[in-house]
């Protein structure tokens, strides 16, 4: 028998780590690419909501539950911010440090935006993430992920995910606990507290 999906779960220790340190400031993380020629902005929104559609993550927020601890919960109908500015080539880094600097609003979710900054014959895109949820690693499949959709090449069900994934101390255990407990986020995460 199948187990049912995930609808939402308690932050993990490295995901609570930067949940707790954005509190203070803003760790948000980005992948970028530069793109030659147009492409559509209907399609892209459209790629953005089919992508988010397949992945509960790209559509949760941070909640604090009612004993103070934060959990991953996907919500409906959140489409992924996308911002398009005309943007000279010499002004992108600029503008994209301050998209970096912008909190994302926890409880509000996609926890996720789409910045297209536009450019005479390039465009810089980036896909800015709560680094709670996101790495560069992520960022960079999902970046991707959606350059294949924007290409009409089919995106494969395995890419479908109806549960949230776990914490990363769950997926890596090896890496995480050693013949005492965790080590290194128990000292870390009892600094927090």
């Not at 760790?27 to 030659?36: K, P, Q, R």
């Not at 500015?85 to 994209?96: G, S, V």
């Not at 810089?124 to 709670?132: F, Q, R």
Request: proline residues 7%; charged residues 20%; hydrophobic residues 45%.
């Amino acid at each position: 028998m199948e187990s049912a999906p995930v609808l939402f779960r308690q932050l993990g220790l490295a995901e609570r780590y930067l949940w707790r340190i954005d509190r203070i400031s803003c760790l948000n993380t980005a992948a970028m690419a530069t793109v030659s020629g147009v492409f559509d902005e209907t399609r892209l929104r459209g790629a953005l909501e089919e992508i988010q559609h397949r992945q509960p993550l790209y559509r949760a927020a941070i909640v604090v539950d009612k004993n103070g601890h934060p959990r991953l919960e996907p919500r409906s109908a959140c489409p992924i911010a996308l911002t398009i500015r005309d943007c000279a080539p010499t002004a992108w880094q600029a503008e994209i440090q301050r998209w970096l600097a912008v909190p994302f609003s926890e409880a509000e979710a996609p926890l996720l935006r789409w910045v297209w900054l536009r450019g005479n014959s390039v465009s810089l895109v980036a896909l800015i993430a709560h680094h709670t949820i996101m790495d560069g690693r992520s960022l960079t499949y999902l970046m991707k992920t959606l350059f294949a959709h924007l290409s009409d090449r089919p995106l494969k069900d395995r890419e479908h995910a109806p549960a949230l994934p776990e914490p990363v101390e769950q997926r890596y255990p090896t890496v995480f606990r050693g013949a005492s407990g965790l080590l290194g986020w128990e000292k870390c995460w009892a600094w927090g507290v």
